[in-house]
């Protein structure tokens, strides 16, 4: 059985830093890529990165390039974000999951965890 544990999420206030974490198990998460989506209120999934299977590759969107870092260590099985210069736009729960057909950019994950919420307020 797939599952995924996303933890780390806080308030934070603006400017702010989280890590989060993912934590993998019931597939090969060392042959798969990952991703991280974002919900924020009232609003559609938003694809924020996505990781190769060995990590060496990254990719993010517009909006949180340079500040985002994606990362992965295969032995753990656990997907990483560190969130820096954190903006109130920020806001959302954030979910980890394999992106469909392994595609780059998009929000539509096969599977994805119950997600952990990050909230930038001052």
């Known amino acids: 059985e797939v599952q995924l544990v996303e933890s780390g999420g806080d308030l934070v206030q603006p400017g702010g830093s989280l890590r989060l974490s993912c934590a993998a198990s019931?597939?090969?998460?060392?042959?798969?890529?990952m991703s991280w989506v974002r919900q924020a209120p009232g609003k559609g999934l938003e694809w924020v990165s996505t990781?190769?299977?060995?990590?060496?590759?990254?990719f993010y969107a517009d909006s949180v390039k340079g500040r985002f870092t994606i990362s992965r260590d295969n032995a753990k099985n656990t997907l990483y974000l560190q969130l820096n210069d954190l903006k109130t736009e920020d806001t959302a729960v954030y979910y980890c999951?394999?992106?469909?057909?392994?595609?780059?950019?998009?929000?539509?994950?096969?599977?994805r965890g119950q997600g952990t919420q990050v909230t930038v307020s001052s």
């Open positions: 019931g597939f090969i998460f060392s042959k798969t890529f």
């Open positions: 990781v190769t299977p060995s990590g060496r590759s990254t």
């Open positions: 999951g394999q992106p469909v057909r392994s595609t780059i950019g998009t929000s539509d994950l096969e599977f």
